[in-house]
């Protein structure tokens, strides 16, 4: 009976530890973005003047274990989703089955290179600070419509004769065209090549081009970021707001402890991110008292806020700089905008 019992028990422990494809998310640090207290401010700016700003706006970071980052066990996977305050997903919802430690890594790091270079355009252009901006080709979708006719480095000048200073640009004229060809001319090995592409709809009524873009930025001034071991593009929205604060007079906070979340891009459109969750947790644990959320993000929001904590859904960097100011001002908050279940 004794050994039976003692070879029960061994195979229960062996069965605790057996890796099973999840990932559990848990509540990671925050950082200010306005910090300066070190010898490398989160934001440093050269060729502009600085306003060195009181307060805090906290970008939100999230623990991932699982996937490539190594195994969880049956327990720890069990122990996060018994506690409540962790996530646990299938590893394929959150990392391409195959992936790499390394991959992972090095996809991280370019979405965090892609969200401050995003970060620093969507701030300039809420300032009404002029910088350039093209638009390159760096591949095509599946069946694209401009398969054929654009290449991989084209830059896209124009289309239907206005100049494409944005992406917004591009989408305001398939838009209006309804499906109709478009006259787009790329420039290609220093000349302009005109082509005659007809956009496709992607299923949700929004006609596109199937052309993956990257962007090309000359900014006036130098924005530095630094940011030890955070990767992904979610802090984007903290990084404007943090960029705006830091080169405009005055305090955006009013000295008011903020923190958020979100994906940014150059127009200042806000998007959803992971983690939102356990990020309330971390903002809250790490003393703020205001939160901004993307609205794309609402449904994971409702039900979930820490106690202590306003959250405020946000669409745009607009909305997000009118939250600051409103609550750095001493204004009512009740009239701000916040995640309601449907």
Not at 52 to 70: E, K, R
Not at 75 to 89: H, R
Not at 299 to 325: F, M, T, W, Y
């Amino acid at each position: 009976m004794m050994l039976s019992g003692m070879l029960a028990l061994g195979l229960g422990v062996a069965a605790a530890t057996i890796p099973v494809p999840y990932v559990v998310e848990s509540a990671g640090p925050t950082f200010n973005t306005l910090d300066r207290s070190g010898e490398n401010p989160v934001i440093s700016v050269t060729g502009h003047e600085i306003f060195p700003a009181q307060g805090n706006l906290d970008l939100t970071t999230v623990y991932v274990d699982g996937g490539p980052n190594g195994p969880v066990s049956i327990f720890g996977a069990f122990g996060a989703w018994l506690g409540g305050s962790k996530s646990v997903y299938p590893e394929e919802q959150i990392y391409p089955t195959g992936t790499t430690k390394e991959q992972a890594e090095e996809q991280s790091s370019v979405a965090m290179t892609t969200s401050q270079e995003n970060a620093v355009a969507s701030a300039l252009k809420e300032l009404d600070i002029p910088f350039g901006l093209k638009l390159e080709a760096a591949g095509l979708s599946e069946a694209s419509p401009s398969e054929g006719k654009v290449e991989n480095g084209d830059i896209l000048e124009t289309i239907n004769g206005r100049p494409i200073t944005s992406l917004a640009v591009v989408q305001e004229e398939l838009a209006a065209g309804q499906g109709a060809p478009a006259a787009v001319v790329v420039r290609r090995a220093g000349e302009s090549v005109p082509q005659t592409i007809t956009p496709k709809d992607n299923g949700a009524g929004r006609y596109i081009l199937g052309i993956m873009l990257k962007y090309q930025f000359t900014f006036p001034f130098d924005v530095k970021i630094s940011l030890d071991k955070v990767g992904g593009p979610s802090a984007g929205l903290m990084f404007s707001l943090g960029i705006i604060d830091t080169i405009t007079p005055g305090d955006l906070t009013g000295g008011k402890h903020v923190a958020g979340t979100g994906t940014i891009n150059p127009d200042g459109v806000v998007g959803p991110i992971g983690g939102i969750r356990q990020k309330m947790q971390g903002a809250r644990a790490g003393g703020a008292t205001l939160f901004l959320a993307p609205a794309d993000n609402c449904d994971e929001v409702v039900g979930h806020i820490p106690e202590g904590l306003q959250v405020v859904k946000v669409e745009n960097l607009d909305q997000a700089r009118s939250a600051v100011e409103q609550a750095g001002s001493g204004g009512d908050m009740s009239t701000l905008p916040i995640c309601t279940s449907n």
